[in-house]
């Protein structure tokens, strides 16, 4: 049971590149999320999905993109990157939906220069 | 939007000290998680309180969620190194988005 797991642990980019970011779960998990944090700041919901073929926007979705075709993966796309996403990206899932325990992957570090 | 805000940002003690930490909101909390991250990692979950009131306890680590529901408290008795970390609340259940507060930076110096 690896619980979520995320690819790659650190990748840098350069403006204007686009890139996917792997999240995955083997916990039967329903919801899932993403998040980013920044220092002084915690953690920012990107978007999350209460199922399969189910996603919502979080608090700051602007120029990432989500989709849940499987249960197991929750993949997030930057689209065109900036270096205002220079950022610390975590994935989380849990067995309900928000009030219930997030178990969290160990984040991937990314810099846009 | 619920804005979540925690006390102190930041918190450098000694081995043996006691320290409260705070997370107060805008508005009714219907739910409060106490997380805690590590360097490098991602945060794992502390304790879920819901009932104003509620009292929880969790070895040196005791939680209070006040009676009106809008702020919690966190407080060590005794802070080993092995506490230093970061402390962040999230509030969820009432949506099924989980928003977390701006986090509290603790070091416990030996």
Redo the contacts between chains.
């Keep these: 049971n690896a619980g979520v797991t995320q690819t790659p642990k650190f990748q840098v980019l350069k403006t204007g590149q686009s890139m996917t970011l792997q999240c995955a779960q083997d916990m039967n998990h329903e919801y899932m999320s993403w998040y980013r944090q920044d220092p002084g700041m915690g953690l920012r919901l990107i978007h999350y999905s209460v199922g399969a073929g189910i996603t919502d926007q979080g608090e700051v979705p602007n120029g990432y993109n989500v989709s849940r075709s499987t249960t197991e993966d929750f993949p997030l796309r930057l689209l065109s990157a900036a270096p205002s996403q220079t950022s610390v990206y975590f994935c989380a899932s849990s067995l309900l939906a928000g009030g219930s325990e997030q178990y969290f992957g160990p984040g991937t570090r990314l810099t846009v220069t | 939007?619920q804005l979540?805000e925690?006390s102190p940002?930041f918190l450098s003690i000694q081995e043996g000290e006691n320290l409260t930490v705070y997370c107060n909101s805008s508005s009714v909390f219907?739910?409060l998680?106490w997380?805690r991250q590590e360097p490098?990692?991602?945060?794992?979950?502390l304790v879920?309180v819901v009932t104003g009131g509620e009292v929880k306890k969790l070895k040196r680590l005791t939680f209070q969620f006040g009676d009106a529901r809008k702020d919690s408290s966190l407080h060590i008795t005794a802070a080993q190194p092995g506490d230093t970390g970061l402390y962040?609340c999230?509030e969820?259940?009432?949506?099924?988005?989980?928003?977390?507060?701006?986090?509290t930076l603790l070091a416990v110096q030996p």
């Design positions: 939007t979540l925690q940002q219907s739910s998680q997380y490098g990692e991602g945060p794992v979950l879920t962040l999230a969820g259940g009432a949506t099924n988005k989980l928003i977390f507060g701006t986090g």
